[in-house]
């Protein structure tokens, strides 16, 4: 059972600093085993959030040597065993406290996005849309709400000041998983642009490198959206994009 | 002590959790107008819904025209081995559909089939493929679809904040107290009626599918507060958890491998599930590998073992490895990957085949998986008035998870989704229109609240008291061991002891550091609940003398009709869990003609 020092960040708004702890990890573990062995053993008070362990409901986000991650999906066999460890909350949030950070500003940003209206239903009340015509919303879904795109995007996490007209690759994902659903019949680009603060991403791509559901937020998500705001927004075109996604209705 | 502090919210209706049930509640309750205060112990969306894999039931026959809510009434009605609510069982089939298209409304992007509707696969113990459903992650798309939902209706959110007593005002309900996890303070909602969807109780094993979060708050809270709780000895093991590596053992591997084609087999190759077929399931259960691997595509075919309802499954697991014929890591093997294309299977499970990739090493397109059960849900908890879901305290309303009834003994895979919105929505309205229709004035008992208050800190006071993890783990080993899958009444009285000591050491848990998003502190409290639930459990396990369904007996292992017609009900009543067994509610002529009709 080999054995690991995690230095792990302790501490508040007031400051903090990294404690060492020494600790057995058995076959197959992850950082989020590991920080619960702190807990049960020498520091019940470490504060961390978690709840599935298995990455997929996004709350065990942590930079583990400075890399935005899961800690429930971060194997301990990526380590030698030799080599310290550091566990630090995602920066780019106020800490609370320890592990754990204040992630309201994303629910800010959520409310703030323009909710799906579909069209009406079929004749026979059904809606109907294609498989092929879902896949790339379906992508977009896939979002677990991590924040770690959140935390890595330097225009939230570098400028304090476009905090309040930019919402940053999640939101970003989630309007283009609006804008794709077949059926939808807002048109949110002026919000994206206004209030969404699309503009200002410039396109690094480090959401995409760290997103754990592996989302092309980017290619497939920011970059379509930024092409139809530099078209200058032809209305003509949006429409038929729009009424695209009706035309597999069956005869 | 000085008088602590607290905060007061007031709503005409708090709805406490915020998975698929209270979401759907919290929306319906203020779709009566009335104001609405949602208060969840996670952020907003980090619910056990979000870990629901293989979809949500509903008798929508876009597969199978031939489906109707009389097969899925029927189907889950037999999936409980007959001791459900029969009603809740019949609103249940009967709204399932409607739910699942208002989701689609909402915006949730289940998969397609051909002719572009929402389609359905198949699952343990449903006659025709049923689940809606979006790969392996339905519960994520429903609980995205119901948050991004309800942010816009204006309910108020409370994240991260949990609650620790109900509190009454004479009989009724008046409203709960707890505190904030982020700064320790405590608050007080004054509310017309509260509406439970906490979730369950698997914290309490060792071996679980469930988060932290699941360690009874609702049901004890019900309890605390003086209602009935029913069923609480039928406890899930889901056949097929993770069982390797150890730190992923018991995370769930979901029922829809096997719905669509996977097997299980044991360490001699054999698909050993032919060898299970109880007498209840033999009309309807494929006695040979030919005909079982037929009925996925015709359903005039009889339902592979495989997907017997879970109970059966667990069970038979459970003896192949006790046999000497399990896996090398103590489970056995569930084999998609020679049955179905390696495409098929990263389209249909792909959060299965990335979980496996990178936690356990295994490529599930190449190489079958190893499980086990896990402690995975509970079908008993809160009693309820089925069309109402309110309890037997007055303003107090369950749904969910936390309430009992609509699953009898044992539920079946994809009903637990659909009854957290037919029930989260009824529970929103009656909740609504029980506090509309509300006279007098809202009194909660300020002395009462501080002493809730003034007990959630005594664990800071104390010295030289033990670490609340010790407790915890040495009740999960208890529960795990005693009052697993199989019963006996010697282990079952010797969990009872553990749990009167534990009871006691619980009393003088200490708690280092702060308030401030303190888990030891939350963990020391959430003790007192956690224990409670366990000692229902083994109460109600002791009492029924018999095996049925999630409560398998050594010694009494034969399923007994007298049995059949009660339910064990737990109620406090001069500080002790008092058992009794009370009669079922009788189901209508017409509805139990469905179970002569057919074979």
């Known amino acids: 059972m080999p054995t690991f020092t995690l230095k792990v960040f302790r501490g508040g708004p007031a400051g903090g600093d990294f404690r060492d702890y020494r600790v057995d990890a058995d076959e197959g573990m992850v950082v989020l085993d590991l920080v619960h062995r702190i807990q049960a053993t020498e520091a019940p008070d470490l504060a961390c959030r978690w709840n599935c362990k298995a990455g997929k409901c996004g709350s065990c986000s942590a930079e583990i040597d400075g890399k935005p991650r899961l800690m429930c999906m971060t194997r301990m066999d990526l380590f030698e065993p030799g080599e310290p460890i550091s566990i630090a909350p995602i920066r780019t949030f106020p800490i609370i406290r320890d592990l754990v950070t204040d992630v309201s500003y994303n629910y800010v940003k959520a409310k703030q996005v323009p909710p799906l209206r579909l069209k009406p239903p079929d004749a026979d009340g059904k809606y109907r849309m294609m498989q092929e015509d879902i896949d790339r919303a379906q992508e977009f879904h896939k979002c677990i709400e991590c924040f770690l795109c959140q935390d890595v995007c330097h225009v939230i996490r570098d400028h304090e000041e476009h905090k309040p007209a930019f919402s940053g690759p999640r939101f970003f994902i989630k309007i283009a998983g609006l804008d794709m659903h077949p059926l939808d019949t807002v048109d949110r680009s002026e919000f994206a642009r206004a209030q969404a603060g699309i503009g200002l991403c410039n396109i690094t791509k480090c959401c995409s490198e760290v997103c754990p559901e592996h989302i092309h937020i980017t290619d497939n998500g920011i970059i379509p959206m930024k092409e139809r705001m530099a078209d200058n927004f032809d209305p003509i075109v949006w429409l038929l994009r729009k009424f695209r996604g009706g035309r597999h209705e069956p005869a | 002590m000085a008088t602590p502090e607290y905060e007061t919210h007031e709503h005409d209706v708090i709805v406490i959790g915020a998975g698929g049930a209270g979401l759907r509640a919290a929306i319906e309750a203020a779709a009566q107008g009335v104001s609405v205060g949602l208060i969840c112990k996670s952020l907003l969306g980090k619910a056990h819904t979000v870990m629901a894999e293989g979809g949500i039931a509903a008798a929508m026959g876009n597969v199978w025209p031939e489906d109707n809510w009389q097969v899925h009434f029927r189907d889950t009605m037999r999936g409980g081995k007959m001791v459900n609510n029969w009603r809740m069982a019949q609103l249940h089939a009967q709204e399932a559909p409607d739910r699942v298209l208002e989701l689609e409304r909402w915006g949730a992007l289940f998969d397609r089939t051909k002719e572009g509707l929402i389609l359905q696969r198949d699952f343990g113990g449903h006659r025709y493929a049923r689940l809606a459903h979006v790969g392996d992650r339905t519960g994520l798309e429903m609980i995205r679809t119901l948050q991004y939902h309800a942010i816009h209706q204006g309910i108020d959110v409370y994240m991260e904040c949990k609650v620790e007593r109900l509190l009454k005002d004479g009989d009724r309900i008046a409203g709960a107290i707890g505190y904030w996890r982020n700064t320790g303070r405590f608050v007080l909602f004054k509310a017309k009626a509260v509406v439970l969807a906490t979730g369950g109780i698997g914290k309490a094993w060792k071996i679980t599918s469930n988060s932290w979060e699941y360690t009874g708050d609702g049901q004890s809270a019900a309890l605390w507060a003086g209602a009935d709780l029913i069923d609480m000895e039928f406890v899930q093991f889901h056949p097929t958890g993770m069982v390797w590596p150890p730190s992923v053992r018991g995370i769930l591997v979901t029922e829809g491998v096997r719905g669509d084609g996977g097997t299980l087999k044991n360490n001699k190759g054999e698909r050993f599930m032919f060898s299970y077929i109880p007498e209840f399931f033999k009309g309807e259960t494929a006695d040979n590998e030919k005909e079982a691997d037929a ?305």
Request: aromatic share 6%.
């Open chain 2, 295 to 599: 009925w996925y595509a015709d359903k005039k075919n009889r339902r592979t073992p495989d997907l017997l309802p879970r109970d059966e499954v667990a069970r038979a697991i459970n003896s192949e490895v006790k046999a000497g014929r399990g896996s090398p890591h103590g489970g056995v093997f569930l084999d998609i990957c020679t049955r179905r294309p390696a495409d098929y299977i990263r389209k249909r499970l792909p959060s299965m085949y990335h979980q496996f990739k990178e936690l356990a090493g295994v490529d599930i397109t190449r190489e079958p998986m190893e499980v086990g059960p896990t402690c995975h849900y509970v079908m008993g908890g809160v009693r309820v008035d089925a069309d109402s879901t309110q309890a037997t305290v007055p303003g107090l309303f369950a749904a969910g998870e936390v309430a009992a009834g609509l699953h009898g003994s044992n539920r079946l895979g994809g009903n637990s989704l659909s009854d957290l919105v037919v029930f989260g929505r009824r529970a929103g309205l009656h909740a609504g229109l029980y506090a509309k229709n509300f006279a007098g004035a809202l009194r909660v008992d300020q002395a009462e609240v501080e002493a809730a208050a003034r007990a959630m800190l005594e664990p800071f006071d104390r010295t030289g008291g033990e670490n609340p993890y010790v407790l915890q783990a040495e009740l999960q080993e208890t529960m795990h061991t005693l009052v697993g899958i199989i019963r006996t009444e010697a282990e079952m009285r010797q969990a009872l002891d553990k749990i009167e000591t534990l009871k006691e050491r619980a009393k003088k848990v200490r708690v280092d550091g702060g308030r401030v998003y303190n888990p030891g502190w939350h963990t020391a409290l959430d003790l007192g609940s956690l224990l409670t639930v366990a000692e229902c459990t083994t109460l109600a396990a002791l009492e029924r003398q018999e095996s049925r369904g999630g409560h398998t007996r050594d010694d009494h292992p034969y399923t007994d009709d007298t049995w059949g017609k009660v339910n064990v009900v737990l109620r406090l009543r001069n500080g002790a869990v008092q058992v009794s067994r009370e009669p079922l509610p009788e189901m209508p002529a017409e509805l139990r003609a469905l179970f002569q009709e057919r074979k």
